[in-house]
């Protein structure tokens, strides 16, 4: 019985969940690697995350979009799952936004992080 748990996210690009994870100073490596859980079982991802207890997290492709890959029971994470999820899921959200706008010829004008966490942007592009 596999002790892995597979949690469904909205990631859909695996540059901007790197740059995400790059951005909460988490420390990743670029897939596809195996994801170790208990008793040896594994898992393949395209983006693992070691953990010191020997037993890792990873984003796993599932033909529609990244998974996180773990075995929650030995999980070693500053955050709760929840947490880390949430984290994840607001820088990958702010990275998606600012390289996609970039892409269209826009920038940054203001950045504002609200007491509440969310951050405000303000984008701009010249036309001549």
């Known amino acids: ?12 690009n695996l540059n901007y969940l790197q740059a995400a ?3 909460l100073g988490v420390d ?14 594994t898992r393949n991802a395209e983006l693992t995350i070691e953990q010191e207890n ?36 607001q820088r990958y959200a702010y ?4 390289k996609e706008t970039a892409r269209q010829g826009f920038q ?3 950045q504002q992080k609200n007491e509440d966490g969310s951050i405000r942007l303000l984008v701009q592009r010249w036309s001549a």
């Open 1 to 12: 019985m596999s002790h892995f748990s597979q949690i469904k996210t909205q990631i859909r």
């Open 21 to 23: 994870l790059s951005d």
């Open 28 to 41: 990743w490596q670029s897939g596809p690697r195996e994801v170790r859980g208990y008793r040896g079982q």
């Open 54 to 89: 020997g037993y890792d997290v990873g984003f796993s492709w599932n033909g529609n979009e990244y998974e996180l890959v773990a075995d929650l029971q030995y999980w070693q994470q500053p955050w709760s799952v929840e947490g880390f999820l949430r984290q994840v899921t």
């Open 95 to 98: 990275q998606t936004v600012v």
């Open 108 to 110: 940054i004008a203001e």
